[in-house]
């Protein structure tokens, strides 16, 4: 596992999460002054990104124009996908 900065473009999210907007507002604050205190977890499956948590830190970054967000980057499996996409 790696911890790197990954531009959010890059990230697939194939799961509709419902947002919580005054969880986002309150992350937007807190990224603005301090940064994004806990990345995010992402896997890596043939070079592509998958995202399956932290929806409210992604909508933060979006929402305050930031192109980038801090990850966890695990090596992953087309398997391992698959059991995240049930």
């Known amino acids: 596992?790696?911890?790197?900065?990954?531009?959010?473009?890059?990230v697939r999210r194939p799961l509709q999460r419902f947002l919580d907007e005054a969880k986002v507002e309150a992350?937007?604050?807190s990224i603005a002054h301090e940064g994004l205190r806990e990345p995010i977890d992402?896997?890596?499956?043939?070079?592509?990104?998958w995202g399956f948590n932290g929806c409210h830190r992604v909508a933060a970054h979006e929402r305050l124009g930031l192109?980038?967000?801090?990850?966890?980057?695990r090596q992953a499996t087309p398997r391992d996908l698959n059991l995240h996409l049930r």
């Open 42 to 49: 992402l896997l890596e499956v043939k070079g592509q990104l």
């Open 67 to 73: 192109p980038t967000i801090r990850a966890r980057i």
């Open 27 to 29: 992350l937007m604050t």
């Open 1 to 10: 596992m790696r911890v790197a900065s990954v531009p959010l473009a890059s």
